[in-house]
Structure formats: C-alpha cells, structure tokens
Nanobody
Framework: QVQLVESGGGLVQPGGSLRLSCAAS????????LSWYRQAPGKERELVAD????????NYVDSVKGRFTISRDNAKNTVYLQMNSLQPEDTAVYYC?????????WGQGTQVTVSS
C-alpha cells in the first residue's frame, strides 16, 4: 500500500523556519521524482519545489528561491522541505508528491501558518 505522510507543519512567526518531512512507503522511492506543492485558501495548488530521482539541481518557484531547500534521503524514503525566512504569504497546506511516468502519489498535506 502506497503511503506518503507529511509532518512538520505548524504555526510560526514571520521570519521563522520550519522543516517539513514526507515519509514514503509502498513503492520504489529512489526511482521517483519528488515534489512539494502548496495550496492556500481560495487559490490553486502550486508547485513549490521538485527534485529528480537521478539527482541534479532541484527546481523552485521564484517566490521561494533562496529561502526553501528540498532534499531527499533515499535510505530513509523521506523527502524534506527546509523553509527559512517564512512570510505570511507562505501560509498554505503543503503536500508532497511522488511521480514516475504515469504514476503519481500524494500525501494528505500538512498545514503551515505564518502569523504574528
């Protein structure tokens, strides 16, 4: 059974940091490209960052470049999103995604709220 379980969300003040984790099981993790998406209230889900299965440079949406870092640990079947210098506009539900060809798996999401 495929599972992606996000954790690490919460309430943080502007300028603060959070580290999201997504633990995967039920598929060959190392063969999949991994992504973090987010969806704010009333907005469409957007791609935040992704990292390919074979390494190489990750990609980021412009609004998080220099602040967020995606990484993967294939030995632990886990993908991370380190988020620094958080701003209120980063408030959203964050989802991890694993994809390979036509297969795409989603986690249930974790809430990140940036507020003073």
């Amino acid at each position: 059974q495929v599972q992606l379980v996000e954790s690490g969300g919460g309430l943080v003040q502007p300028g603060g940091s959070l580290r999201l984790s997504c633990a995967a099981s039920g598929f060959t993790f190392s063969s999949y490209a991994l992504s973090w998406y987010r969806q704010a209230p009333g907005k469409e889900r957007e791609l935040v960052a992704d990292i390919r299965s074979a390494g190489g440079s990750p990609n980021y949406v412009d609004s998080v470049k220099g602040r967020f870092t995606i990484s993967r640990d294939n030995a632990k079947n886990t993908v991370y999103l380190q988020m620094n210098s958080l701003q209120p506009e980063d408030t959203a539900v964050y989802y991890c995604n694993a994809r390979r060809f036509s297969r795409s798996y989603w986690g249930q999401g974790t809430q990140v709220t940036v507020s003073s």
